[in-house]
């Protein structure tokens, strides 16, 4: 019987981590989309400037709050598969209660806990499915944000040099 073990320690740390890339990536998309804003005419002209706007209007409008919805879906996936994890570990921790008074652990006790979590790899498909999922996501982001650079690098304004440093 093959055999998966989870650390919910490095689990705790991924979700930490994720935060930190939402928070960032919000203020990136806010930063951006203030100084699309002050791009007006008199500072950009011609058919280039409207070009670039066009590019940024995209990037900011559509691309950036499609890749929002990719981190989020990622802190979604983390999410699930911590809650089923600290589940998991739980019950496991608590099974003992049976023989002291014959009452049966919770099977929905998601309170944080940490260590490490040993399941056959069929009991643990939720767990491995959810973090697919977030690594999926993560690829979709990755690509995006190469996509929103290789945009950005295109132009050669100072406005645009400034984004494609963050």
Known sequence: MSRVKW????????????????????????DVRNDLNS??????EGED???ARELLGDLVY????QTWKEIDAI??????????AY?????CNGFPQIFRDGSTPSESDSGECSGELLCDRNACGA?????????????????????????????ETPEAWQFSKV
């Open 75 to 84: 802190n979604t996936a983390i999410m699930k598969a911590q809650k089923t």
């Open 39 to 44: 791009m007006t005419e008199d500072v950009w």
């Open 7 to 30: 650390d919910l320690d490095q689990l705790k740390e991924v979700q930490k981590q994720q935060e930190i890339a939402m928070t960032a990536t919000e203020q990136v998309i806010n």
């Open 127 to 155: 767990l491995v499915k959810a973090m697919e999922a977030a690594g999926k996501s993560a690829l979709n982001v990755r690509n995006k944000i190469e996509t929103a650079e290789s945009i950005l690098s295109e132009l």
């Open 49 to 51: 400037a409207d070009m």
């Open 87 to 91: 589940e998991s570990k739980n019950f």
């Open 62 to 65: 559509k691309e950036m709050p």
